[in-house]
């Protein structure tokens, strides 16, 4: 990426008439065949024997790993969560990490995916909140604790929509940037370490892309289930 | 004086006293997050994972004011539309 572009949507590759091929689509389009190839090249062949291949191994710690830590931040049972949530985590793990490929530049570092990424989030709050209390109980966590907070409810959860989408492109446009920048400035060494610091932030905001998007679908819909517990606690109490 | 040159001028002071001005108070906020989190670690080891772990989630939460202030900052040097325009206007 050169010094004037501050994302791949400004990488075209291809373009007839209305339709553009940028380096955000290629990117992304890479990123998806690289993990689904690559997912199914492992699974195609697992064993439930004690002896298994290295790569099946990989994956299990890293699903292991996720369903842990899913269980620890929500508290429930990581169940359809994993696929969400890992997903996200997973998509962005891998294209930030990627961008130590000479050429590849993160579609991360583009807005529009990560726009993207958090309208997904955005839509996927209600769907489960709505599942796990039913709309009633979903909607009415908008007028608590009482009906005056109901527009700051729904800015709030508007604007941490934005907060994610801009949080992570800003953080890994940064990073590509940085390396831009310091490749003019001195070429020599520098750069491999911002790289590193790069790398680095990429993964610690793939992680916190996910932990917020985990966090958000289990304040929609744990409340219930702490109020249930607590008439329960009081029942048995009396 | 054109308005190539005075938009010129107020991009980059603009964008520079953007990226100054908005590092102050997250960096203040980290720097207070942190120490706190690292005597939290010193009095109760045993939970040093879920303290790591809101930390870093709390890191994320307060850079990313810093994160907008460089996104400002940025669009200012490299995709200002008013740039642009007037470029344009100039060439055309």
């Known amino acids: ?64 790993t996720m369903r842990r830590e899913i269980r620890e931040i929500s508290s429930q049972d990581p169940g359809s969560y994993l696929y969400f949530i890992g997903t996200l985590f997973l998509f962005i793990l891998v294209s930030n990490v990627l961008a130590i490929v000479p050429g590849f530049v993160p579609p991360t570092a583009s807005l529009s995916t990560t726009a993207g990424l958090a309208v997904c989030v955005f839509v996927a709050v209600p769907i489960y909140g709505i599942k796990s209390r039913g709309l009633g ?3 009415k966590q908008y007028v608590e604790p009482s009906p005056f907070m109901l527009p700051f409810n729904i800015m709030g959860e508007l604007s941490r929509t934005l907060a994610l989408a801009v949080r992570l492109f800003g953080n890994i446009m940064s990073g590509t940037k940085i390396v831009a920048i310091l490749l003019a400035i001195v070429p020599l060494v520098f750069p491999v370490l911002m790289h590193a610091l790069g790398l680095l932030t990429g993964v610690i905001q793939a992680y916190i892309f996910a932990v917020l998007a985990m966090v958000y679908i289990a304040s929609a819909t744990r409340a219930q289930e702490e109020r249930e517990e607590k008439i329960q606690e009081k029942g048995e109490e009396s | 004086m054109d308005s190539i040159s005075l938009i010129g001028m107020a991009s980059v002071f603009t964008a520079g006293i953007t990226i100054a001005i908005g590092a102050i108070g997250p960096a203040l906020g980290e720097g207070r997050a942190v120490a706190q989190a690292l ?28 994160i907008y202030a460089f996104v400002v900052s940025m669009i200012l040097l490299f995709a200002n539309p008013f740039w642009d325009k007037v470029v344009q206007q100039a060439g055309g």
């Open chain 1, 1 to 64: 990426m050169s010094l004037k572009e501050i994302s791949p949507d400004q990488l075209v590759y291809w373009q007839w008439g209305m339709i553009t091929l940028n380096g955000t689509i290629v990117f992304t389009w890479g990123v998806i065949l690289f993990m689904a190839l690559g997912s199914f090249l492992i699974t195609w062949r697992l064993s439930t024997d004690v002896k298994m291949s290295r790569w099946q191994n990989l994956l299990e710690v890293i699903v292991e």
């Open chain 1, 137 to 139: 109980g979903y909607l």
């Open chain 2, 39 to 66: 005597s939290s670690l010193a009095q109760q080891p045993d939970e040093a994972n879920r303290i790591t772990r809101t930390l870093f989630v709390g890191l994320a939460m307060i850079e990313s004011t810093a």
